[in-house]
């Protein structure tokens, strides 16, 4: 196939962006952050009027973002805050 035949245009690998900086980059950064320093059996607990969007879209992001670095949180919700703690490891028995 000649580069003419090319159905898309193509661009030099160095001009790709890296890594995906949406909109909730900077409030998962935030979370991330402070989940380092959570000590176990406490969760963070952030007000959604602090949300810069619904807690749906950040619990996707978060998610998206634990899953590529192998960590494993939990978020539960009620009518004011978001909550977000890493789960104790289950102890076989």
Do not use: C
Request: no cysteine; proline share 6%.
């Amino acid at each position: 196939m000649s580069i003419d035949a090319m159905n898309f245009k193509s661009v030099l690998q160095v001009d790709v962006p890296k890594g995906r900086d949406g909109k909730h980059k900077e409030i998962v950064t935030q979370l991330l952050s402070d989940l380092e320093y959570l000590t176990p059996g406490r969760a963070l607990k952030i007000p959604l009027e602090q949300l810069p969007d619904t807690k749906e879209n950040i619990r996707s992001a978060l998610n998206r973002a634990t899953r590529q670095r192998g960590i494993e949180v939990a978020t539960s919700s009620d009518s004011d805050s978001l909550y977000v703690w890493k789960p104790e490891p289950e102890v076989a028995s």
